[in-house]
């Protein structure tokens, strides 16, 4: 074909739209790549970990045990509980160590404390006070004041040592991850309000989380049980024969206890303080080992003692 007019414009309108094509698929191809590109700013979780523990293997945990059945998770899962997203923000690696393996209890200050004894514990958290680390996760000083000491409505659930490290990474992961803006805005609490709303107030809790101030006419068995409530002990000890994360305590005073090698021990002073100070020595038998925090750095004798003399009174 000719142009006799020699315009020739229909030539010129096709190069032209061949053009816009190739240029089309160019920034098509360049997107694509920019899509596959791993992180976009995004953290990934074999990149996070808490210890020894990664965020990896701490998603299967998470999985396993079926948190989502009752939690949400960047808005997945059940709303029963409360979102998991930034909750170790807000509470820290310390709040989490002391809350997980005894659930059905909120920790109080001086779990918190034992917890943040562990290196690992404060080397995640980046301090090694309690005044400090309140500083840096105010939603555990929040939780302490709130709740501690005081039941919760998770069940108990049968962690090792290990899983919840693992747990930990997992939760430090998500809490690192962008997920622009959710959850909302926490409403702490809610859980609470709604259960009140629906079945009255929960029964109060017996025991107020109050600093121990003991009246002078206090006798060492009242001390004690105060003192074994302010420590958290009370979320793994039961004192009615209830079998919670560890033993409970009634009865046991010169009882035979038997232990995972197959001896037994009459549980007298010196087994019962030393059970207290360094729970590795000896492990009662079918509970687990490593669970139970060693006090011995957190009490005076008197203290142990008197959670001794406690003890005792237990029938
Ligand atoms: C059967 C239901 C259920 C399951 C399963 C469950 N939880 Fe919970 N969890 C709860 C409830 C209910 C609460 C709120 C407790 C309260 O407010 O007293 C809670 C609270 C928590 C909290 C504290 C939340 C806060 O407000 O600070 C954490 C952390 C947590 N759960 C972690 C987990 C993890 C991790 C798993 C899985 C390994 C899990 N939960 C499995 C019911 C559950
Ligand atoms: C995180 C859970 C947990 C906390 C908190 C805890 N314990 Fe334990 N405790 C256990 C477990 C599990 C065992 C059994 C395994 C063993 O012997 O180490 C145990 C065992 C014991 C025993 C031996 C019981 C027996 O039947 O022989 C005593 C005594 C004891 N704990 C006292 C305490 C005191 C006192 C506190 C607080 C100052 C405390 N525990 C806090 C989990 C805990």
Redesign the pocket.
């Given at each position: 074909m000719s142009c006799p007019d020699g315009s020739c414009k229909e030539p010129a309108k096709r190069s032209r739209a061949l053009i816009m094509l190739g240029l089309m698929m160019l920034v098509f191809i360049a997107l694509s790549g920019i899509s596959f590109v791993k992180t976009r700013g995004q953290v990934t979780p074999d990149t996070v970990s808490f210890a020894t523990h990664n965020a990896i293997d701490g998603k299967r945990i998470f999985q396993a045990y079926n948190c989502m059945g009752c939690h949400t998770m960047v808005g997945n899962g059940a709303y029963f509980a409360p979102d998991l997203t930034k909750e170790y923000a807000n509470a820290g690696p310390a709040w989490l160590a002391a809350f997980l393996?005894?659930a059905g209890g909120w920790p109080t200050e001086g779990?918190l404390k034992t917890q943040l004894l562990n290196k690992d514990i404060a080397a995640d958290a980046g301090v090694t006070t309690i005044a400090d680390y309140y500083k840096k996760y105010p939603g555990a000083k929040e939780r302490v004041e709130r709740r501690g000491g005081k039941s919760s409505y998770m069940p108990n659930l049968p962690f090792s040592t290990d899983e919840v490290g693992k747990l930990i990474a997992f939760l430090k992961y998500t809490s690192e991850m962008n997920t622009e803006g959710w959850p909302p805005e926490i409403k702490s609490g809610n859980l609470e309000k709604r259960i009140e709303l629906a079945h009255g107030p929960s029964a109060p809790a017996a025991t107020a989380t109050a600093t121990p101030v003991a009246p002078v006419e206090m006798t060492p068995a009242a001390h004690g049980k105060q003192?074994?409530t302010d420590?958290?002990?009370m979320?793994?000890?039961a004192t009615d024969g209830k079998r919670l994360?560890?033993?409970a305590?009634n009865g046991?005073y010169n009882s035979q206890?038997k232990l995972a090698d197959g001896s037994t021990v009459i549980?007298d002073d010196a087994?019962?303080t030393e059970?207290?100070m360094q729970?590795?020595a000896?492990?009662?038998e079918s509970?687990?080992?490593g669970?139970?925090?060693a006090?011995g750095t957190l009490?005076t004798d008197d203290d142990v003692k008197a959670?001794v003399a406690y003890?005792k009174t237990l029938k």
């Open positions: 393996p005894s779990a003192l074994a420590m958290g002990c979320a793994c000890h994360v560890g033993p305590w046991i206890v549980a087994y019962l059970s207290i729970p590795g000896k492990t009662v509970y687990p080992k669970t139970m925090p006090y009490m959670i003890i």
